[in-house]
């Protein structure tokens, strides 16, 4: 014989014994006591075995060296679980109908739609397929020995059969206790259940201190024995089929047949998972809770291991004499079967998060990484402080591959792209360039970025990084809402993009090629050679400096950020990460839309009233915009400027000398400005008059016009 | 293994016209022609094409997929993917594979590529391990 370890002790098992047959052989309950079904309708047998709590000792084969712990009495054990070094296996099958149960109305139903020329699988727990949840689709979620299985069907039968019910009086908790079925499955199994009492409806009370000694019948009867075996008849095993109403399943069997509901329990415990009374029901139901659900809920009867598998006959039973009337059984949700959360998790997946071409460049640099926007993007180097001097004194390389960027062209280009922004876009010259920001309907700043004209009838545009994901969707949608014929292809993931800034920016493009009188002006843009790579050589600036942004094939950008670094290392060239990019943009009072913006900011509560045209007939949001400019607005962004250490983004803005819970505002940017020896801010103030000085982190900022750094941008056109 | 442990870069074209041109165009011999949608082509293994049919069809390099060779399409199907497969060869199918965006081209001869963005690629490899 092998053994397992049952609370410490090693136990012996036959061949075929589950680890509950296995505890009863042994004169042991496999939880503390209650019914035992055998049949994993009830949690009367779960333990924690191998380390996993709320296992079914029932349904799990004894295997030599299992180690099986009672949970703890009176008390949930504790969530944890086997360590898991790999990820639970899930494998999506497919079939054409789903029989779960495999008894007799369940190989009738399968030999049925086999016989109509339908591919059958056949799902049943004593075969360790185990049906968590079924879903729409319709999908069928299984724990098996081997993982999880996600099966999707066009058709499903349920064929589980019919619980048996299990008695509700004093001494229901006690250890000996059996349906009929179970009982007989222990005695197959070889188990010696001692003095057997079987007995029916006529049951009022089982007597014994751990165990059973004996039952007591309605007439007074009083019969000692060691086991009750009580045959009080069955219920449906539909909690499948309530699952999902709105799947197309066929029940079949005693899982559809009628059955009567057990008289109406008077005392004992009803819900064995909870450990909940007659008594606790009649206290919810005193207090109002007269309907079903309503006891469910109050009183969390069914809401346990079984989901209502033990205890549902017994609360209809409850409900309907009170109340008159047969209630329905509850909702019932997934998961009915307990499950680890490894094996919740299987088959799911964290978001992707996508490497720039650049990223094994960043690595060696040193860079630490962050995921930012859906990508993995260089935060600093190891010294935003020196990368920020780079920017601001020599010249400095940021990844933007991350933009979105996409091309639109066609006859109706010029018309969607008037439609699509707030800003004039017909009057942009072919080389040239505009900054825009993109409105919903309400009025309300969705993102921003630039429109770069290619050709009469082409443009290139491009958004923010975090943007870029629905843009070519908010395009689409728009140019065939109007049905104007536009072609777009976004072009985010395969273009690279690097920017050159810094008042050295133009001497390095120098020294890779591009002659001073090709290099474009401030606000155009051009296709050139740059290192020998092909270039669509961009002229911007975010970072408050002469910037170029390389735009090019990603096979070519680690050859073009190799080229750039070694051609400027006589510069002082050095590559710069977000958090120096978000201190220089700050710097120019550039706002980060998601940062800086709320969902609901307008154009005029960032003071961007000059990217809005009204005079244009019609763009997304004018409508509003328009309405919405004759309203008092006290909701404002300003700048602010402030001696000691910057407050962190997020903090509370306040009058100076306010109270605590006086709150004006929140810090939406903040930076300890190398350059200018104090922190520059940005934040809400929401209503009016807006202060010139408030107070934040118990310090006094100032109010100051953006930007702070070179607001006539002399230096973007150097 | 369910996919070939190497992805190789895919270098051909992409073309964004509207569908009856894109139906009439006269693909170099050779290409491999992967239709995405109605109105975009993914021409594998191509010098430039053209689209007479469209003056402004968007024609333009692309260098922004990774192609790697399926070995098992059907254990693939059953641990990472979700949707149903195309039941007829040859045929796109397009969705999220390990929870990455990517596209099987199920080729006439059996055989069946597997497209990823370069920047998802080392998301997919990794959860296909």
């Known amino acids: ?718 | 293994m369910l996919v070939s442990d190497f992805f190789d870069h895919l270098s051909g074209w992409r073309i964004i016209a509207s569908p009856a041109a894109l139906d009439a165009a006269p693909w170099p011999q050779g290409s491999q022609v992967v239709r995405i949608s109605p109105d975009d082509v993914f021409l594998i293994g191509s010098e430039e094409p053209s689209v007479p049919g469209d003056p402004w069809a968007i024609v333009t390099p692309e260098l922004g997929f990774s192609i790697a060779t399926v070995h098992d399409l059907g254990a693939l199907a059953e641990q990472h993917i979700e949707w149903a497969l195309p039941t007829t060869r040859p045929s796109l199918a397009q969705g999220q594979i390990a929870g990455v965006p990517a596209k099987l081209v199920l080729l006439a001869d059996g055989s069946t590529q597997l497209l990823v963005a370069c920047a998802a690629r080392h998301e997919l490899q990794e959860r296909l391990v």
């Open chain 1, 1 to 718: 014989m092998s053994r397992v370890v049952y609370d410490g002790t090693p136990i012996e098992y036959d061949e075929g014994d589950t680890l509950a047959i296995a505890a009863v052989r042994n004169g042991q309950h496999p939880a503390r006591g209650g019914t035992l079904c055998l049949a994993g309708d009830c949690g009367n047998c779960v333990a924690i075995v191998d380390g996993t709590p709320w296992v079914r000792t029932c349904q799990t084969p004894a295997r030599p060296g299992s180690v099986v712990r009672r949970h703890p009495s009176g008390a949930h054990p504790s969530p944890g679980g086997p360590e898991q070094h790999t990820a639970v296996a899930v494998r999506h099958r497919r079939a054409h109908h789903v029989v779960i149960g495999n008894g007799e109305s369940g190989a009738a139903a399968a030999a049925a739609a086999r016989a109509q020329g339908d591919t059958v699988l056949m799902l049943d727990a004593a075969d360790g397929n185990e049906v968590v949840g079924v879903f729409d689709g319709p999908t069928i979620i299984v724990r098996t020995p081997s993982g999880i299985d996600q099966l999707h069907a066009h058709h499903i039968t349920l064929a589980t059969g019919a619980a048996e019910i299990h008695p509700v009086c004093p001494g229901n908790m006690l250890a000996g206790i059996y349906t009929p079925r179970a009982a007989a499955a222990a005695q197959a199994a070889g188990v010696d259940l001692g003095r057997i009492a079987v007995v029916g409806r006529n049951l009022v009370a089982i007597h014994g201190e751990v165990g059973v000694s004996a039952i007591e019948l309605a007439d007074g009867t009083v019969i000692e024995c060691d086991t009750v075996v009580a045959d009080l008849g069955s219920a449906p095993r539909d909690l499948l089929a309530r699952m999902a109403p709105m799947v197309p399943v066929s029940v079949v069997g005693p899982a559809a047949a009628a059955h009567a509901l057990p008289p109406c329990p008077q005392e004992g415990v009803v819900c064995p998972c909870g450990k909940i009374t007659v008594e606790d029901l009649d206290g919810v139901w005193s207090k109002g809770f007269n309907e079903l659900e309503l006891v469910k809920r109050a009183s969390l009867t069914g809401v346990g291991t079984c989901q209502g598998g033990v205890c549902m006959p017994h609360l209809r039973a409850f409900v309907a004499e009170r109340s008159g009337s047969e209630p329905q059984p509850f909702t019932a949700r997934p998961a009915a079967r307990q499950l680890t959360l490894g094996e919740a998790a299987a088959g799911y997946h964290i978001d992707t998060f996508r490497r720039t071409p650049l990223h094994a460049e960043h690595v060696a640099l040193g860079a630490t990484l962050d995921k930012f926007g859906g990508w993995y993007r260089p935060w600093h180097y190891g010294d935003p402080v020196a990368e920020y001097w780079a920017v601001r004194e020599a010249v400095s390389l940021g990844d933007v591959s991350t933009l979105g960027k996409m091309i639109v062209s066609g006859p109706d280009v010029v018309e969607a792209l008037e439609r699509l922004y707030p800003n004039h876009v017909h009057d942009i010259k072919v080389g040239r360039a505009r900054y825009v920001i993109n409105l919903t309907e309400r009025g309300h700043i969705l993102d921003d970025g630039m429109i770069l004209r290619d050709a009469d009838d082409r443009f290139t545009l491009t958004f923010t990084s975090g943007g870029a994901s629905t843009a070519e969707m908010w395009v689409r949608d728009w140019v065939e809402t109007w049905g104007l014929k536009v072609h777009v292809l976004d072009r985010t993931v395969s273009h690279g993009a690097i920017n050159v800034t810094g008042p050295l920016a133009g001497e390095l493009l120098r020294r890779a090629g591009v002659a001073d009188e090709e290099r474009p002006k401030f606000l155009q843009h051009r296709r050139l050679a740059v290192a020998g790579v092909p270039c669509h050589v961009m002229r911007l600036s975010f970072t408050g400096e002469a910037s170029f942004e390389l735009h090019h094939q990603i096979d070519r950008s680690v050859e073009l950020w190799q080229a750039l670094m070694h051609l400027g290392q006589p510069l002082g060239v050095r590559p710069h990460g977000l958090q120096a990019l978000f201190g220089l943009r700050c710097e120019k009072g550039h706002i980060l839309v998601g940062q800086d913006t709320e969902l609901d900011t307008s154009p005029r509560r960032v003071n961007m009233d000059w990217a809005v045209k009204l005079d244009k007939p019609a763009f997304i949001g004018r409508e509003a915009l328009v309405r919405t400019a004759r309203l008092p607005d006290e909701r404002r962004l300003f700048g602010f400027t402030m001696e000691g250490p910057a407050p962190l983004e997020g903090s509370v803005i306040r009058p100076v000398g306010g109270a605590a819970d006086d709150v004006i505002g929140h810090v939406t940017s903040s930076w300890n400005s190398p350059l200018f020896g104090h922190a520059v801010l940005m934040g809400w103030q929401k209503r009016a008059p807006h202060a010139d000085v408030v107070e934040i982190d118990g310090r006094e900022a100032h109010v100051s016009p953006v930007p702070f750094y070179d607001p006539e941008g002399a230096r973007a056109r150097l």
